[in-house]
């Protein structure tokens, strides 16, 4: 079992930049896939990016593709999401998850999921 902790969420002006953290408790980081995921108000949770137990290979959504870049540090049990050139639609509470089948983009596939870490993007 995993448990998860974000942080790193706050407010950043249009074509500002974030990082995002999530530290994982317990000694089997590595055997997990990561992903990042975020849900505005009134829509469905949605894959950001995702990152394979190894860190070798990585996932983006089309949305955030050349903009965000996930990361995993494996001494430290964290991975990290660098959001930049952000943008109001961006705005979303972001939950990073982990599971040990698969580098998923689906929701549902993901054991463990953090309590989330607000981002609002201003214009």
């Known amino acids: 079992q995993v448990q998860l902790g974000e942080s790193g969420g706050g407010s950043a002006q249009a074509g500002g930049s974030l990082r995002l953290s999530c530290v994982a408790s317990?000694?089997?980081?590595?055997?997990?896939?990561m992903g990042w995921f975020r849900q505005a108000p009134g829509k469905e949770r949605e894959i950001v990016a995702a990152i394979s137990r190894s860190g070798g290979n990585t996932y983006y959504a089309d949305s955030v593709n050349g903009r965000f870049t996930i990361s995993r540090d494996t001494a430290r049990n964290t991975v990290y999401l660098q959001m930049d050139s952000l943008k109001p639609e961006d705005t979303a509470v972001y939950y990073c998850?982990?599971?040990?089948?698969?580098?998923?983009?689906?929701?549902?596939?993901?054991?463990?999921w953090g309590q989330g870490t607000q981002v609002t993007v201003s214009s």
């Open positions: 317990g000694r089997s980081f590595s055997m997990y896939h």
């Open positions: 998850a982990a599971n040990r089948a698969s580098m998923s983009q689906f929701p549902l596939a993901y054991d463990y």
